[in-house]
């Protein structure tokens, strides 16, 4: 099939121009399939539609930083059975994010949570939700270097836009300066506005001694935690056992 060369300018002013991907071989199977003038215009839009679909997926995933092999199809959920595969299947719904819920993700180094809370963020931009997954101490640093140049409001409303914003590692490093009261605004101001996953090694009971104020720890950590889905992941590093089969080989 040979396009029309004054089909081409057509579709690139109405932003069709990808259904010249597939247009060559659409056509030959609407005439092999003898398929009718409407059965060929759907197949096109419909190749149409997924493209774009695709290009958002991508677009939405590149600017959450996420990782594009942190999946539920590759976690591994045979090598920790602390991990409820139902529980999380039912959080790759979404619900959590459309009733505005955080999710938290505790256990010891190496069992998988980064990779948990990325593959719960890659099915939330599967369902056009926007998210941003960020290590917990470099977003704190951020939002200092906004109290010195006046930037503050502008760097907070970062944290504040996605309906889903994953915080990394909490708690592996001390809150230092201003940091406690900037984790408790972006919790705050997230509260019932949109979900948080968070990961962290250390265990719920040691969180309120990280923001070093008592009153601060509790407002903060009474948001973060009501009704919040809770996943405590136990067993052994991932990459120690690696590390001890390649010894081994």
């Known amino acids: 099939m040979n396009t029309s060369p004054q ?15 597939t247009l060559e ?16 215009l759907e197949r096109l839009l419909q190749d149409e539609v997924e493209r774009r679909a695709q290009k958002q997926l991508t677009l939405r995933l590149r600017r959450g930083n996420l990782q594009s092999a942190k999946t539920l199809d590759t976690f591994d959920f045979t090598a920790n059975p602390s991990v409820n595969r139902q529980h999380i299947l039912s959080l790759a719904s979404g619900d959590y994010i459309r009733a505005r819920r955080n999710v938290l993700i505790c256990g010891p180094a190496g069992v998988g949570k980064t990779h948990l809370a990325q593959a719960l ?3 939330a931009c599967r369902q056009a939700f926007n998210v941003l997954l960020v290590n917990t101490s ?3 640093q951020h939002l200092s270097g906004g109290r010195a ?24 490093k001390p809150l230092q300066g201003n940091a406690p009261e900037d984790l408790y605004d972006v919790i705050a101001e997230r509260y019932e506005h949109g979900s948080i996953v968070l990961t962290s090694n250390r265990s719920p009971a040691e969180w309120p001694d990280l923001f070093r104020d008592p009153l ?10 009501h009704d ?16 001890m089969r390649d010894s081994h080989d």
């Open 7 to 21: 089909l081409i300018p057509h579709l690139k002013q109405l932003r069709l121009s990808g259904i010249l991907d």
């Open 25 to 40: 071989v659409r056509g030959r199977q609407a005439v092999d399939g003898q398929w009718t003038y409407e059965e060929f």
């Open 121 to 123: 963020a890659h099915e």
């Open 138 to 140: 470099k977003m704190l």
């Open 149 to 172: 140049d006046g930037s503050l409001e502008r760097r907070l409303q970062v944290y504040l836009r996605p309906d889903v914003l994953i915080l990394d590692d909490f708690g592996l």
């Open 216 to 225: 601060l720890a509790s407002a903060g950590l009474d948001r973060l935690m």
């Open 228 to 243: 919040a889905e809770k996943l405590v992941m136990t067993g052994s590093s991932y990459r120690t056992r690696s590390t």
